[in-house]
């Protein structure tokens, strides 16, 4: 089983009610959009996932935990010092068959420290939209949709690989989100 399988089959499994009901996909109605997106660039702090990729707890304790140490360090703050807007960008990525982890950013020009600028490509994305009261809740809840429901039952695309992102924006005391996942035309 592959690592996308294994991800669509978690979360097939551990549905809940998502925010947002436009658009019906199985049994759980979730807003979506494909959308043109043009190439745009990240860079981020990073991180190797150390769990098995059907470890969930596992991965889900990693990112946490190195959310509150780059806050605690000083490293977020140091990358959120050259931004050109005040999204954070939480980025997944298969490098060279290990699973990485970015706290990425829009910066304003390529002075800005970081472990690794990561590419995001023109084309076709998936585009999910969400609001939680954290961080946390906003990307399980993104990427459940995501990969839970709308790829394994949509027919006019797929997702082939490449980083994913969801976009996080504070609002007040809630935070806003859009998953951004590539994918191309069946």
Known sequence: ????DTVCCYYKGNQTEYQGNSQKVGLIMTTYQIETK????VVGLELTIKSQFNDFAGISREKADFWQRIEA???LAELKSGVKDDCLYAVNEAVNNKMMYYAAVLPKNDTL???RRIDFPSGPYLVVTGSATSQDELAGQLTGAVFGEI???LTSHRYVGGPNAIQIQADGDQFKGVALVPVVAN
């Not at 089983?1 to 996308?4: D, E, K, L, V």
């Not at 043009?38 to 660039?41: K, L, R, S």
Request: glycine residues 6%; charged residues 25%.
């Open 73 to 75: 360090d000083g490293a």
């Open 38 to 41: 043009e190439q745009f660039t």
């Open 151 to 153: 790829l394994p039952q």
């Open 113 to 115: 420290r970081a472990d």
């Open 1 to 4: 089983m592959s690592f996308f």
